[in-house]
């Protein structure tokens, strides 16, 4: 009964307003530096579509990532209760949702909602705007990019930006994916990786060589904020 209770609809949108007004109070009370702007810079003027790419361990604090003003954002949420909060937390932060599910490209047909998704996020891109997606989530392995990011970029012809960000105060959990819970009145590292394109008449070997190169760029980046911010740098876990 208090399982059904906690993931009943009033439940989840207290909970998600709760958890969306910590986001934004830890990110506007956060000292931050942004580093590697140069890379955002052109798409942001150009008001382009693009893909931002973060590790699901990120996902506190993914709304300061993106410069208010500029492409509207938007976040892949699952359609599942849990989701609905998580929806709820984007929204008090200005990030809308496509709901749907990871594309599992082995088992198309089973991958509920994945295709819905999948154009949403394709229309979404096509009109201009910035689709946060966290490539190792929503269950791993950690820190390892699979080829979905880089289809929807082929498909849509806008660019993968790897991001990320770190803080000095915060605590690191033992979960899957490393998750880390910010905590307010920090000093944190926003950081931007060299954007990658994906041809539109990529071969299956370039989507695997861009795959790699991406998923190395992210890694690093994100190895890079850590050691600015005085954090233990989190490893990837062994690809499936």
């Known amino acids: 009964m208090a399982k ?29 530096e942004r580093r590697g702007v140069e890379h955002i810079t052109p798409i942001r003027e150009g008001r382009d579509g693009l893909i931002g790419t973060i590790w699901h361990s ?10 208010k003003g500029a492409q509207p954002p938007k976040v892949l949420i699952s359609r599942s209760g849990e989701g609905d909060a998580i929806a709820r937390a984007a929204a008090v932060n200005g990030v809308g949702a496509i709901r749907g599910s990871s594309m599992n490209l082995r088992k ?7 295709m819905s998704g999948f154009k949403q996020m394709v229309r979404h891109l096509r009109d201009g705007g910035c689709m946060a997606i966290m490539p190792d989530g929503p269950r791993g392995p950690r820190m390892r ?23 000095r105060w915060g605590k690191t959990f033992n979960s899957w994916d490393r998750f880390i819970l910010p905590f307010p009145f920090g000093k944190g590292i926003i950081a931007y990786g060299e954007p990658i394109t994906v041809p539109r008449d990529a071969t299956p070997e370039t989507l695997e060589a861009l795959r790699t190169e991406l998923e ?25």
């Open 58 to 67: 990120r996902i506190m604090l993914s709304p300061s990532i993106w410069p």
């Open 108 to 114: 198309r047909e089973k991958s509920k909602g994945a």
């Open 216 to 240: 190395a760029r992210m890694i690093a980046l994100t190895h890079l904020a850590d050691e600015a911010c005085g954090r233990i740098k989190t490893e990837p876990a062994e690809p499936r």
């Open 4 to 32: 059904s209770f906690l993931k009943s609809a009033p439940v989840q949108a207290i909970i998600g307003t709760l958890l969306g007004a910590y986001m934004g109070f830890v990110g506007a009370t956060t000292r931050w």
């Open 145 to 167: 990019l699979g080829l979905g990011p880089l289809m929807i970029a082929q498909m849509a012809g806008v660019p993968i930006v790897p991001a990320t960000w770190s803080t």
